[in-house]
């Protein structure tokens, strides 16, 4: 008995068995591409959201800008630009419209033979502004708009 007290005491325990693999789904890579793929399709959402507005501002100019140059009808063009007003009014309060952006749309909503390619040109403008303002609303909505009114400054500038 002294004799297996002492062998006891010299020879290690066996070590335990190994444990089994983890399922995949409680592996960390897999935990940290969940996280990723929430985080990506959340921004994606929120960026989305953000642009909504100004890319149907900018589809909305795009289509009265084909539409115009589609009829030369005056009061199909007077419709027009009642409709591209109301769309910027949105975004753009008419009170903050600079005089050289303001009187050309009141010309064409209210005069009685609207000018087609003066729509044309303001939708135009409108659109790129729009497009410039969806560019700018990945990073915040105020940069947008502050974009929005200074391309559309520049444009009612440029204007003849």
Do not use: C, K, N
Not at 6 to 18: N, R, S, T, W
Not at 36 to 45: H, S
């Amino acid at each position: 008995m002294d004799r297996l007290a002492a062998l006891a005491d010299i020879l290690p325990p066996q070590p335990p068995a190994p444990l089994p693999p983890l399922p995949w789904w409680q592996m960390p890579w897999a935990g940290w591409a969940l996280a990723a793929a929430l985080l990506f399709v959340a921004w994606g959402v929120l960026a989305w959201r953000r642009t909504r507005v100004w890319t149907r501002l900018q589809r909305q100019a795009h289509a009265v800008r084909t539409d115009s140059a589609a009829t030369a009808e005056s009061a199909a063009t007077a419709s027009a630009a009642t409709q591209l007003a109301a769309a910027l009014r949105e975004q753009w309060p008419e009170s903050d419209w600079p005089q050289t952006m303001r009187t050309p749309l009141d010309d064409l909503r209210f005069a009685p033979r609207p000018d087609a390619a003066r729509l044309r040109l303001i939708a135009l403008g409108v659109e790129r502004a729009s497009a410039r303002a969806a560019r700018a609303a990945w990073w915040s909505p105020a940069r947008a708009q502050r974009r929005f009114v200074q391309t559309l400054r520049a444009a009612a500038l440029e204007a003849p």
